[in-house]
């Protein structure tokens, strides 16, 4: 898929947000735009017509919301949806929906970097399951018990996971390789061009960018709360709401981290 074009199609009711997403999303040569749809009931035709990779989806629409678009598709083969909207407050109705991810209006940069990192490691992991099904395919000839046994792994979802994302990590302090268990990460922040990622209670100094680390984190364990940290959120404890839309996190070794507004759709994989 990192080859390809991600086929798009844009949602929503108001032209200006429309074209501002349009313009943003041209920044990205991999995003195809294929269609724009000003309410719900367009949408559900053009992601059947077309079969977009991707849908941005207002919610907040008249007739037909983002929520309907969603449920009309249950049933159908469906792209990831990221909903774009203007209130916060549906966040948590959004993951719930299956929503790849959420970003709330005016769509920032660093956010939108975010959403479409996530799409791509989506998007990989589909096309890695469609291969996987052709090769259920190509092993009919075996007996029916292996056959069985193929496709419990494969629906499996921990052991989809475990092929795409390691348990163990390598990297480069200084100049010997350190090994660290995934789970043994508790946060990972930058320093200029380095990353320090903290483990164990010691601080290893890596030179790689924030961007290159998150492509080998699996984001089920590992979210962006800032612009330049990391956190695992198997490791957090408490969530503590501060002014202006941020949050503090407080992890099962004291340490206190802050969550910018910019990524506060992430409290709800807390709640």
């Known amino acids: 898929m990192t080859d390809e074009k991600i ?18 999303l ?12 000003a309410n719900g009931r367009e949408a559900v035709k053009e992601i059947k017509a077309k079969s977009p990779d991707l849908v941005f989806l ?6 037909l919301d983002g929520f309907g678009v969603v449920r009309a598709m249950i049933g159908a083969p469906a792209p990831l949806f ?18 790849l991810d959420y970003i709330v209006k005016p769509v920032e940069e660093e956010r939108l970097n975010d959403a479409l990192h996530r799409a791509r490691e989506a998007l990989k992991s589909k096309a890695a399951a469609n291969r996987e099904s052709k090769l259920i395919e190509m092993l009919a000839s075996l007996s029916d018990d292996d056959r069985d046994r193929i496709k419990e792994l ?13 348990e163990r990590l390598s990297f480069k302090d200084g100049t010997k390789v350190v090994m660290l268990e995934a789970r043994e990460i508790e946060w990972i922040d ?8 903290h483990a164990g209670g010691k601080t290893h100094i ?10 080998r984190l699996d984001p089920a364990r590992f979210q962006r709360i800032h612009r330049s940290a990391i956190v695992n959120i198997d ?37």
């Open 235 to 271: 490791r957090v404890k408490e969530l503590h709401p501060h002014s202006n839309g941020e949050y503090f996190l407080i992890l099962d070794n004291g340490a206190e981290l802050k969550l910018s507004r910019s990524y506060k759709d992430v409290v709800a994989r807390f709640l």
């Open 7 to 24: 086929r798009a199609l844009i949602v929503d009711d108001e032209p200006l947000a429309l074209r501002g997403l349009k313009l943003r």
């Open 154 to 166: 494969i629906a499996d979802p921990a052991w989809t996971e475990k092929q795409r994302y390691s």
């Open 26 to 37: 041209q920044n990205y040569p991999e995003i195809e735009i294929i269609g724009e749809c």
């Open 58 to 63: 207002d919610i907040q629409m008249p007739g």
């Open 82 to 99: 990221i909903f774009v909207t203007a209130y916060d407050k549906y966040a948590i109705d959004a993951f719930e929906a299956n929503a």
């Open 190 to 197: 930058a320093a200029g061009d380095y990353m320090c990622i």
């Open 206 to 215: 890596i030179r790689e960018t924030m961007k290159a680390l998150q492509t």
